[in-house]
């Protein structure tokens, strides 16, 4: 039983890296494409799991809210948006928490605990998001789409009960 269930958990990363390639492999963000082919292409290729790797409590309300206030929602894999933030000598990647698209907007969340929002880590990463976004909204209006807008959220202002709004009324 032991050789089984670990041929099957190969068998099942080898799957979410062939899906993960796949993604790094057609899609190129620079310079940006039409934002809700992006979304739409990316949930083709790799198939929402809504509340999948969910891995705080902060998170899982985000998953309540973004269930209920958005017309479609992800947890972004690696490697899925390829942005890249430098930090001291280093390059390293960024993957937003979640992406959500509602009736006019594409949203890049990211509840963080309160107490990081002023690290050099996390201000490395909103300039290179701040960044990004303003590019891909830019050729998004240009091209007829929807603006993104990012969404730095302290962790212990999340409530199950939250708007979209409202969170981005508390928005660092």
Request: hydrophobic residues 40%; proline residues 5%.
């Amino acid at each position: 039983m032991g050789a089984r269930f670990a041929r099957e958990a190969r068998t099942t990363v080898s799957h979410v890296n062939h899906q993960v390639n796949a993604i790094a492999g057609r899609l190129s963000l620079r310079p940006p494409q039409r934002p809700v082919e992006i979304l739409d292409r990316i949930t083709e290729i790799v198939p929402p799991r809504r509340g999948a790797g969910v891995q705080s409590d902060a998170e899982r309300k985000m998953a309540i809210i973004l269930e209920r206030e958005s017309l479609k929602w992800f947890k972004p894999a690696k490697g899925q948006f390829q942005l890249c933030y430098k930090l001291d000598a280093k390059q390293n990647e960024y993957q937003p928490d979640f992406v959500a698209e509602t009736k006019d907007k594409i949203f890049m969340l990211e509840p963080k605990a309160k107490n990081e929002l002023a690290s050099d880590e996390l201000l490395a990463k909103k300039a290179t998001v701040l960044r990004w976004y303003e590019l891909a909204t830019a050729h998004s209006k240009e091209n007829g789409g929807k603006a993104w807008e990012y969404l730095l959220i302290p962790h212990d202002v999340i409530a199950d009960n939250m708007s979209l709004q409202a969170l981005r009324n508390h928005s660092a």
